[in-house]
């Protein structure tokens, strides 16, 4: 299976295709193109084994950015695969000019916050940290009910999370009044849908396992 076999695919962050030094930093392997982008070279992630992970240094404000706007305003399936290394309350997927749409590490170390529109959903782990090298998947339906899954196991209840998501960054968001909260770290692989299934969710937590 891969993610190009769903005609739902929005976006796909491949492992292994990361380009440093150029304009499309991170191409969109999807048939979209939001290609994640920084042209800035002092701001720009780095990589290591060939492309793969993507290694985000918070300190040096590293980023990247879409020209383009991705919208999930019914379900959606996100697939993450990440390794932050530095403080929780670091953004993972933003969208530029907005304080409030966010998937967030933090602001603790045991919560992942969703931030669709202007309210807080936070999934709290029962044990472990949202610092550790995992992977997760985060599905909600057409009537908003969302869960999370850290390493193939569900994190906390399934909880009602509305609202359109606009995602248009990577490892950061931008806003005059906002804490740009800069991810640290590593990140393999990012793939987006916009529908669910439990057969959409096995194939990217099978997927995930195994980067």
Known sequence: WLPTDESSLVAWYKQGTYIKGVTDNWPDSSTNTYDMLQATSANQPTWAGGGNPVVFVAAEEDHLASSSVMQFADAFTFGLRTNPGTAHNIIILGKTGSASE????????DVLRLKPAS??????LSSGDVKDD???VISRDGSNN?????DGVQVDSTKTCAGTFD???MGRRTHASASNNF?????????????????LI?????RLAGL
């Open 119 to 124: 309210t807080n959903v936070d999934f709290t």
């Open 167 to 169: 995602i248009s960054q």
């Open 134 to 136: 995992a992977y997760w």
């Open 183 to 199: 991810y640290g770290g590593d990140i393999y692989e990012i793939i987006l849908f916009d529908s669910t299934s439990a057969d």
């Open 102 to 109: 966010m998937i967030k590490f933090g602001p603790t170390a």
């Open 202 to 206: 096995t194939n990217v937590t099978d």
């Open 146 to 150: 969302t869960t999370v899954y850290k």
